[in-house]
T-cell receptor, first 110, second 112 residues
Framework: GNSVTQMEGPVTLSEEAFLTINCTYT??????LFWYVQYPGEGLQLLLK?????DKGSNKGFEATYRKETTSFHLEKGSVQVSDSAVYFC?????????FGKGTRLHILP | ETGVTQSPTHLIKTRGQQVTLRCSSQ?????VSWYQQALGQGPQFIFQ???????GRGNFPPRFSGLQFPNYSSELNVNALELDDSALYLC???????????FGPGTRLTVL
């Protein structure tokens, strides 16, 4: 079946540290892949997406590359800020719905 | 700012009661989807409506039902509330089911 697995949190980093949040997926065909972010007290916002293998999605300094050979879509940022503290969801759109991972809570210390 | 609003923000109900949650989408968004997000979990798909017809449904019992109106508003109704229904309920809308989905801020439902 279709599923998304992402690393469990919480992840705590100091400001300006390098961030990686791992995500792998199981799906038939060649789906698009998304990262959503949920700031405290808010709904989900689409952070970035990639629609085919080897595509790199990027936004707000975050990047993720669609790797078909490893079925992965890891989220990275070179230098995190306190304002990046949030919950991050890897997601897989399938038919009429979006399948989400369990989320990774990121906490950035000043 | 996604242009998708939900009401109320918070709600407390007791087991066995019924609840209606509301969502207002952007003009031109023909699809609306509802998701349940339990604490510490990712959102789970409840169902989707397209032009006022149910277009797909997740693994939720029939006591979860919905309506979509021509003015781009929609409702999620839950009957016979159970304790496990306590969650954040999110609606998302888009021009079509393949288009980017925009999420509202959610309604936090607590069932006592």
């Amino acid at each position: 079946g279709n599923s998304v697995t992402q690393m469990e949190g919480p992840v705590t980093l100091s400001e300006e540290a390098f961030l990686t949040i791992n995500c792998t997926y199981t799906a038939t065909g060649y789906p698009s892949l998304f990262w959503y972010v949920q700031y405290p007290g808010e709904g989900l916002q689409l952070l970035l997406k990639a629609t085919k293998a080897d595509d790199k999605g990027s936004n707000k300094g975050f990047e993720a590359t669609y790797r078909k050979e490893t079925t992965s879509f890891h989220l990275e940022k070179g230098s995190v800020q306190v304002s990046d503290s949030a919950v991050y969801f890897c997601a897989l759109p399938r038919d009429d719905k979006i399948i989400f991972g369990k989320g990774t809570r990121l906490h950035i210390l000043p | 700012e996604t242009g998708v609003t939900q009401s109320p923000t918070h709600l407390i109900k007791t087991r066995g009661q019924q609840v209606t949650l509301r969502c207002s989408s952007q003009s031109g968004h023909n699809t609306v989807s509802w998701y349940q997000q339990a604490l510490g979990q990712g959102p789970q798909f409840i169902f989707q409506y397209y032009r006022e017809e149910e277009n797909g449904r997740g693994n939720f019992p029939p006591r979860f039902s919905g309506l979509q109106f021509p003015n781009y508003s929609s409702e999620l109704n839950v009957n016979a509330l159970e304790l496990d229904d306590s969650a954040l309920y999110l609606c998302a809308s888009g021009r079509s089911h393949t288009d980017t989905q925009y999420f509202g801020p959610g309604t936090r439902l607590t069932v006592l």
